[in-house]
């Protein structure tokens, strides 16, 4: 990336400044980073255990498999999911609130006894597959978020920061420069000066 400067006393105040700004966000970023990185991690895990919990929970109603032919599958449906914001390292994220469910009415006495219990299971498997999918999209927003930050981490750090300490030295060593001509320049006129207020004394003495 190329830094934009002029070789004055203006440029290098701003690039200074700018420079300055860099330096003082960086760590704030590389800590944002790594707090990211490890909310990812958890995001994640949990939306794995929470999958495995699901496996788990099947695998325990295993035994039912024969009954759930005589359940209805209208009886329970799914109407509305509510799910509220949470900052996690400064992000908005989702965490899962409550699942609204419609129940169909059922005859207790017509219908099978495990009935109540089958809504109930449902109930139960529902929650722990919509919260892993919650977790999932947590941890993708969070990721996200996560490399946005290592991008301007490397930019900062690889980028714009010997970018900004290059620019600096370039207009230092122009402005040395400068100086030392100057200086230069000064000395050759005072020299000459010097000589030709010599020259008039002889002249004058003659």
Known sequence: MAIKFQ???????????????????LPTLKNKESALRLEVKKAKDHSEKLIEDLDAALKKYDYLAALWNEFQPNLISITDVDLYTVKVAGVKTPALGEIKYEIHEFNAFNCPAWYADGVAILKELSRLG????????????????RKKTTQKVNLYEKVQIPGYQEAIRKIKRYMEDEENLSKAASKIVKSRHALEEEEEERRNDN
């Open 130 to 145: 919509i919260e892993s999918e919650v977790y999932l999209e947590k941890a993708r927003i969070l990721d996200f978020q």
């Open 7 to 25: 070789y004055n006393k203006t440029s290098l105040n701003n690039l200074n400044k700018q420079l300055k700004m860099r330096r003082n966000a």
